[in-house]
């Protein structure tokens, strides 16, 4: 499989409790984006890292959440301490390094793990 | 901050016709990269067609063809001979140039049915 995969592909939790998620990107990208999608809406970024740097991070992305990509391949994000509000589908993309060609810049996204607070 | 703004929730078209959906964006930058992607349901994302900032001419991917106008900052995605496989929600994103930040903006996206 040479696509971005995503592991859980479906989380239910309890308000309260803490998930994680894993993102392994495509094997040669070194840039990797974690970003959040609630129902009816596009994507928000959240945070992303080039190899095991991570180089932007969002406001949306509080004291709660928190990103790994601890040998610049898989990437992990957990929730501490569930709310409600963090219910919605977490898509994790790859890509190459920025470079000349803008080919290089397409984002590949995965599956998705879809979270439900309950 | 940039925004990206899609003003149809829903299109339907019947197949084999043709569709236009709609994209507007603000921002102040002059480099910068659109796209248009394609999630159907329960699938993951992926890109329909890409477009630099710099490049006049419009970007065109078998059906699939913009329509971008920097100064208006429209940029509208045409697809001709609809398919029953096109139905899927249709985001429009942009980013920056790349010596600038990194993440895609996206808008709400827009969901098309496909009538057979």
């Known amino acids: 499989d040479t696509g971005v995969s995503q592991d859980p592909r479906h989380k239910i939790t309890k308000r309260g409790q803490n998930v994680t998620f894993r993102c392994d990107p495509i094997?040669?990208?070194?840039?990797l984006y974690w970003y959040r999608q609630t129902l009816g809406q596009g994507p928000e970024f959240l945070t992303y890292?080039?190899?095991?740097?991570?180089?932007?991070k969002s406001r949306l992305l509080s004291d709660r959440f928190s990103a790994e990509r601890p040998k610049g391949s898989f990437s992990t994000l957990e929730i501490q301490r569930t709310e409600q509000g963090d219910s919605a589908m977490y898509l994790c993309?790859?890509?190459?390094?920025?470079?000349?060609?803008?080919?290089?810049?397409?984002?590949?996204f995965g599956p998705g793990t879809r979270l439900t607070v309950l | 901050a940039q925004t990206v703004t899609q003003s149809q929730p829903e299109m339907s078209v019947q197949e084999a016709e043709t569709v236009t959906l709609s994209c507007t964006y603000d921002?102040?930058?002059?480099?910068?990269?659109l796209f248009w992607y394609k999630q159907p349901p329960s699938r993951q994302m992926i890109l329909v067609i890409r477009?630099?900032?710099?490049?006049?001419q419009n970007a065109t991917e078998n059906r699939f063809s913009v329509n971008f106008q920097k100064a208006a900052k429209s940029f509208s995605l045409k697809i001709s001979d609809s398919q029953l496989g096109d139905a899927a929600m249709y985001f429009c994103?942009?980013?920056?140039?790349?010596?600038?930040?990194?993440?895609?903006?996206f808008g709400a996206g827009t969901r098309l049915t496909v009538k057979p």
């Open positions: 993309a790859s890509s190459l390094a920025l470079g000349a060609s803008g080919s290089q810049n397409e984002q590949f």
């Open positions: 094997s040669e990208h070194n840039r």
């Open positions: 890292f080039q190899n095991e740097a991570q180089l932007e």
């Open positions: 921002t102040s930058e002059s480099d910068y990269y």
């Open positions: 477009q630099e900032a710099y490049k006049q």
């Open positions: 994103a942009y980013r920056s140039a790349p010596y600038n930040n990194n993440d895609m903006r």
